[in-house]
């Protein structure tokens, strides 16, 4: 099974264990607890697991949004820290946001009190407890077999919005739309039976070209809209044209302005429907329009989206978060089995220009995206014949390159890493990590192995290896493990091991999932990782100093310990170390070695004001908290939420605030423009 929900082995409670992300959470009880299976059928939400027990209270490990709703779904309380309340007898249901999803259902009183950084759930007596458990896990439900042809390209990427589990605003939530069927390229058009998107009245016209229908595939799944040939781009609702996809930035441009726009809307206006949050964005945008939102909501999605553009984008611009991803497609054919992952994550698309006689054509403003660079900060050393790209625009997070030639900022995607993680073999038992170091000059960067597994509620087992031989290393990358961190000499012809060099492309398979190589001129063996079998992995362009590289490699492995993506642990770390151009990210760059405490990654900023000090908080992606989801400071003066993506607005707290905000978890932090490790701040470290 995906999901278990088992007795915990070494205290009273249940421990709920998702097999195939590696996460896991406990639910501690007083006295020990015997689970009876449990009928999904009772949670209005789709669980992967359910079982039935008896119990008093419930301690969680730290605090998560809990919302409780009554018998006819109606959410009547939303629970952060410092929580206090108490429902009376009645029948509830608790939906708890943790690292695995948890529900509890449950009849008679209920209360559920807080602090910063725990938790409780209490039921009045020893009660029976409904609990389910979900994976955030998303695996395709079909395949898609296409040639390269443009209108089979679009029946194909027709078929994404089959994923989407409602066509209401909710869809917004990540959780909520669901992975696009796979695709894989043919000799024929294959769709099965049943993979068709809503009845939605939604179409996208767009020319006979490949790189129109991949510009488009985002917007086509979050719409669950069809896309046909047309003599212009275009976006439709019952056939009538809602707006033409072109303008200064092209078809690209226009097809993120409307996605941003749509996206925007769809986040304020489901605070009408089952989440009744209160949302920065929502305040801020009833200041300045005045919107039948009730309407909106319980409007049919072609109707909604016809009067969404009527706002003006003026309006909603600047209260887009950051976008998550930003993916740069080749508009060659073996692309195309990329868009579900692109779509999937939401992700912005751009799509590389044509080149004629070695000459790149001039992309619109704003998608400069595809410039060949010589030296890009130590990667020109690379052998003869590599061409490096910088990639830029449009702004996201997280970058994503798919083509020709090494991109030197930003993860080359390749389909081999995805198609390893969506495979999502089971894993048991815990966290599993090596660390090998074959250069005793870098053996600081991993220490006696405390660089991972510092964590109570998640499990980890470290091994630390020296000196290691060829065929110890090749028996090492053989193994299920869920992430190898590599510190020493890496050669084109291999990684050094005392008795010669071991050669990836030698290797029968690959069971690591996740690496970290962190020697020079990685590139080419981390490559081939993924390629054997490996997920994803941090590698490097050219040459890297010693100095630099222990303590790139010591923050990096923080990062990835605290629940960062690879591709957000390089993100940060370039606020404190020269990265872009030395290192980049193989593979599947949104993998997770281990999972967010908080349940959002996150970066921390302060600086000093007259009457307190300013905090910025920069949230990061992470499974489960992708493009669409909530995020709540942990501070008693914060009560609203955010919309996850970039920096969100400042604070303004006083220092008791900030030591705390600072001490509740391992998070990096800005003080006084040095890159820290939160819990390691002291107030005479405050400026």
């Not at 407890?129 to 390209?153: C, K, M, Q, W, Y």
């Not at 993916?327 to 912005?348: C, I, M, R």
């Not at 690959?510 to 990782?529: A, E, I, K, P």
């Not at 423009?673 to 400026?687: F, K, N």
């Amino acid at each position: 099974m995906t999901v278990e929900l088992l007795p915990a082995p070494d205290r009273p409670g249940l421990t709920v264990v998702d097999r195939i992300e590696g996460r896991r959470f406990p639910l501690t009880t007083r006295r020990p607890v015997d689970p009876e299976p449990g009928d999904d059928g009772r949670f209005r939400d789709p669980v992967d697991a359910a079982v039935r027990c008896r119990v008093g209270e419930l301690e969680l490990p730290y605090v998560v949004a809990a919302y409780v709703r009554d018998a006819d779904g109606e959410m009547i309380a939303e629970c952060h820290e410092f929580a206090d309340r108490e429902l009376p007898d009645g029948e509830y249901e608790v939906e708890l946001a943790a690292p695995v999803k948890v529900y509890l259902r449950v009849a008679g009183p209920l209360a559920v009190d807080s602090t910063s950084d725990e938790m409780r759930i209490a039921f009045g007596e020893r009660r029976r407890v409904d609990v389910g458990a979900r994976s955030f896990h998303e695996h395709p439900a079909a395949t898609i077999t296409t040639t390269a042809a443009p209108e089979d390209l679009m029946a194909a990427v027709s078929t994404f919005g089959s994923a989407l589990k409602t066509t209401s605003p909710e869809r917004s939530f990540p959780s909520l739309r669901g992975h696009p069927p796979t695709v894989e390229l043919g000799d024929a058009l294959s769709v099965p039976d049943g993979v068709a998107p809503p009845a939605t009245d939604l179409c996208i016209e767009v020319p006979r070209e490949r790189s129109a229908v991949y510009a488009v595939a985002t917007l086509a799944h979050y719409l669950g809209a069809r896309v046909r040939p047309g003599p212009e781009p275009r976006l439709l609702a019952d056939g009538d044209v809602l707006g033409v996809l072109d303008g200064p930035e092209g078809l690209e441009g226009a097809v993120t302005e409307t996605l941003r726009h749509l996206f925007l809307l769809d986040c304020v206006v489901r605070t009408e429907g089952r989440y009744r949050l209160d949302l920065y964005e929502r305040r801020r945008l009833e200041e300045r329009v005045d919107l039948p939102l009730e309407e909106l909501y319980r409007a049919p999605i072609a109707e909604r989206t016809r009067r969404y553009l009527d706002v003006a984008t003026e309006a909603v611009d600047d209260l887009v978060p950051r976008w998550t991803l930003a993916t740069h497609l080749s508009p060659a054919p073996e692309a195309a089995e990329l868009l579900p992952y692109a779509a999937n994550a939401l992700s912005l698309i751009a799509v590389q220009r044509s080149r004629s006689g070695g000459d790149r054509s001039a992309p619109p403003p704003g998608y400069d995206a595809f410039v060949e660079a010589g030296d890009a900060g130590g990667a020109g050393d690379a052998a003869d014949g590599d061409r490096y790209v910088h990639v830029s625009g449009p702004d996201a997070i997280e970058r994503a390159w798919v083509g020709d030639g090494r991109a030197v900022n930003a993860n080359d995607l390749h389909p081999a890493g995805v198609r390893h993680r969506l495979a999502g073999e089971s894993s048991e038992g815990p966290v599993e990590i090596a660390l090998v170091c074959n250069d005793e000059r870098m053996l600081a960067e991993i220490g006696d192995g405390d660089l991972y597994g510092d964590r109570e509620e998640l499990p980890f087992e470290v091994a630390v290896h020296r000196e290691v031989s060829c065929d110890r290393l090749r028996s090492l990358l053989a193994e299920d493990l869920d992430f190898l961190h590599y510190v020493g000499h890496v050669e084109r012809s291999g990684l050094i091991c005392p008795d010669g060099a071991l050669d990836a492309a030698d290797l029968d398979a690959v069971g690591v999932d996740t690496f970290f190589l962190n020697g020079c001129r990685s590139y080419d063996q981390g490559r081939l990782l993924v390629e054997k079998g490996g997920v994803g992995g941090i590698v490097t362009h050219g040459a890297v100093d010693d100095a630099n590289a222990t303590a790139v490699g010591r923050l990096v492995a923080g990062l990835l310990n605290a629940g960062y993506s690879l591709r957000s642990a390089l993100a940060v770390a370039g606020r404190g170390y020269a990265v872009e151009g030395r290192y980049d990210v193989v593979g599947d760059g949104a993998v997770q070695v281990a999972q967010s405490e908080s349940g959002t990654p996150n970066l921390i900023s302060v600086s000093e004001t007259a009457d307190g000090y300013e905090v910025a908080i920069t949230t990061y992606p992470a499974l489960g908290t992708a493009m669409g989801a909530c995020y709540t400071p942990h501070t008693p003066s914060v009560d609203r939420h955010f919309l996850v993506g970039g920096e969100l607005p400042p604070f303004e707290l006083t220092l008791p605030e900030v030591l705390n905000l600072l001490s509740l978890e391992r998070v990096p932090a800005m003080i006084d423009g040095e890159l820290r490790w939160s819990t390691d701040v002291s107030p005479a470290d405050l400026p």
